[in-house]
């Protein structure tokens, strides 16, 4: 990590301020070193150029960590087409400029494709955060921008000060954790007055079809499988879902027949090959929570009073994004 992003970290247990102790450098670089609390005296180390800001996760917490941290280093490549993804999940905003010149939390980077992509659109500086061992990956693929650091880092625990970011993006989280409100109120407390919290999660709405036949087969069997083989089952579905998009959906949705079980989702997902519609299957499969949210839960999350200029959009058909702007004036 760049040295000019050391001062920016607080300590996640009590928004204590930290004080560095560098062990190796390299130029303006930080490779190994610790960060110290001057109010708690908790310690955390830097590894490898990474703060890490974990420690005792938990069972859950344990397992969701290391299931979606094998998947990245399975489909650890950014191309054009998860930039695609990533960016057709944040309409109606106008992300083309919306990011230029703005200080963003990433959380929940995963590989760092969203890091990358609000970098390439210009945005100031990007802090991506993720509670995987493998966040090195999003390191790694965001090594080229000066203006992109990562740390290691529990969502309900964010090692920055409150209200410090223009922007807060959490994509593909929040259907994932056990307190998706607890998430959402710590999330909320780093975007400053004014800025804007941006979230994109699963929908209950449209999802029949996952509802009924794919979670029970996640809860029932995925779930409790060595996550390997969950990758090597999920190679069959991403294989049919390939052919049937392909050659079932796209083709009646030529002759204007768009009234099949998650059309709009499934004929989007044409414009992918069937190694990142395999990637869909696999993250549909691995999780060991997953959460359809109601449009009205969503709306409950942002109706939170000092949020304002609330938008919510059915993403496909089958999952929701939503954001909304903090008020300029504090409540209470």
Known sequence: MK?????????????????????KEQEDKVENGMFLCKSCQQEYPIVNGIPRFTGELGQVKEHTAQSFGYKWEVFSQ?????????LDELRPLEYESFFRGKRVLDAGTGMGIPSYCMAELGAKE?????????????????????QVTVAQADIYKIPFPRESFD????VAVLQHLPDPQKAFE??????????????????KEGNAFVEHLVEPFRKLITRRLPVKATLILSYIPGILFQLVAKFIYKPL????INWLPLNDY?????????KMNTHMVFDQLLAPLSYLFRREEVEQ?????????????HHNKNSWTAYGTKNQNRIG
């Open 3 to 23: 040295k000019k992003f050391l001062s920016y970290y607080f300590c996640p247990e009590c928004k204590g301020e930290l004080v560095q102790t560098i062990y």
């Open 78 to 86: 950014i191309d054009e087409r998860y930039k695609k993804n990533f």
């Open 126 to 146: 990007v802090f991506g955060i993720d509670i995987v061992d493998t966040i090195e990956i999003a390191h790694h693929n965001n090594k080229k921008f000066d």
């Open 167 to 170: 922007v807060v993006v959490c």
């Open 186 to 203: 710590e999330l909320l407390s780093c975007v400053k007055p004014g800025g804007t919290l941006i979230i994109w999660v699963y929908g």
């Open 253 to 256: 949705n030529l002759l204007k």
């Open 266 to 274: 499934i004929v989007y997902r044409t414009s992918f090959d069937w």
């Open 301 to 313: 999350l942002f109706s939170h009073p000092e949020i304002s200029e609330f938008v919510i959009r």
